[in-house]
Each structure stands twice: as structure tokens, then as C-alpha cells.
């Protein structure tokens, strides 16, 4: 199902700064992304062990951090997941001026 959103704006000087916000917000989420990414790859340089099967086999008990690593290394998974589901829905979306 789509959904139709629409943003009415003064002039096209006005829809400009909006695509170019909306251009600049996707900029930030793949910066986020890659951010995201590399704190990840971290943990797994660390530990040996690709995020998808921390998340499925691993216990705080099995990190030297403990809790507090065990939650920082599953909130980076969890924020990737959000932040490209956003990018993905950012990527989707399109405009047309009138």
C-alpha cells in the first residue's frame, strides 16, 4: 500500500528547501549507517563473531564488558535496523512539483 503525503509550500523556493532538507536528512542516515556499521565491526573484530550470531547464541556472560557491552554492541544492531529501514523508506519515497 502507498500513501500519498502532500506538502503545500509558498513558492518553489519553498519546495527546494524542503527536498534539500530531505536530501540532507538521507545524507545523515547513511552517515549513521556507516557510523553504525564500523562500531559493529568493532565488536566483532573483538569477539570473533559476526553481529547476527552474537544476537542469537551470546550472553552478557560471554563479553569482558559484561552487561553494559552485551546492550551497547545489541542497541548498534538494533539502531542499523532502524536507521536502514528509514534509508530504505527515504529512498522509496519520490516527488513531483506542480
Keep these: 500500500m502507498t500513501v500519498q503525503m502532500v506538502i503545500e509550500v509558498q513558492d518553489?523556493?519553498?519546495?527546494?528547501t524542503i527536498?534539500?532538507?530531505?536530501?540532507?536528512?538521507k545524507i545523515r542516515v547513511h552517515s549513521g549507517i556507516e557510523?553504525?556499521?564500523?562500531?559493529?565491526?568493532?565488536?566483532?573484530?573483538?569477539?570473533?563473531?559476526?553481529t547476527a550470531r552474537f544476537l542469537e547464541e551470546m550472553t552478557a556472560e560471554d563479553l569482558a564488558g559484561g552487561d553494559l557491552e552485551y546492550v551497547e554492541w545489541a542497541g548498534e544492531a538494533k539502531l542499523l535496523?532502524?536507521?536502514?529501514s528509514e534509508l530504505g523508506e527515504l529512498e522509496h519515497a519520490?516527488?513531483?512539483?506542480?
Excluded at 527536498?19 to 536528512?25: E, K, S, T, V
Excluded at 519520490?94 to 506542480?98: A, F, G, I, N, Q
Design 12 to 16: 518553489r523556493q519553498g519546495a527546494q
Design 19 to 25: 527536498i534539500r532538507a530531505l536530501d540532507g536528512y
Design 35 to 50: 557510523r553504525t556499521k564500523r562500531r559493529l565491526a568493532t565488536f566483532e573484530a573483538r569477539y570473533g563473531v559476526d
Design 81 to 84: 535496523e532502524g536507521l536502514t
Design 94 to 98: 519520490h516527488y513531483r512539483l506542480s
